[in-house]
């Protein structure tokens, strides 16, 4: 089956440093551009970054340069790493793709930084 599937995610201390996974099945990660979304609380979602199939990265200027997504092409894994973390931060992150001309979203993960 197609899915996307996200886990790292914890709690941590403001200035800490998390590394979410997003390990996709049914689907060639290195074909597809794969995006980081996240939402807080009472908040709509939110765009983070975006590696795209060629490897160009984009980032919402709130988190350049403390966060980093990167792919792993031989683990079909999409990675984001974020340092120096923010009680902003906080929200439950979710990686997104395109497959057959539908969106993909996976289960999402827990960010949760303390002051």
């Known amino acids: 089956q197609v899915q996307l599937a996200e886990s790292g995610g914890g709690l941590v201390q403001a200035g800490g440093s998390l590394r979410l996974s997003c390990v996709a099945s049914?689907?060639?990660?290195?074909?597809?551009?794969v995006a980081w979304y996240r939402q807080a609380p009472g908040k709509q979602r939110e765009w983070v970054a975006t590696?795209?199939?060629?490897?160009?990265?984009r980032y919402l200027d709130s988190v350049n340069p403390r966060f980093h997504v990167y792919r792993v092409n031989a683990e079909n894994t999409v990675y984001l790493e974020m340092t120096n973390l923010k009680p902003e931060d906080t929200a439950v992150y979710y990686c997104?793709?395109?497959?057959?001309?539908?969106?993909?979203w996976g289960q999402g993960t827990q960010v949760t930084v303390s002051s």
């Open positions: 997104n793709t395109v497959s057959r001309g539908r969106n993909l």
């Open positions: 049914g689907i060639v990660i290195s074909t597809n551009g």
């Open positions: 590696v795209a199939s060629g490897g160009a990265t």
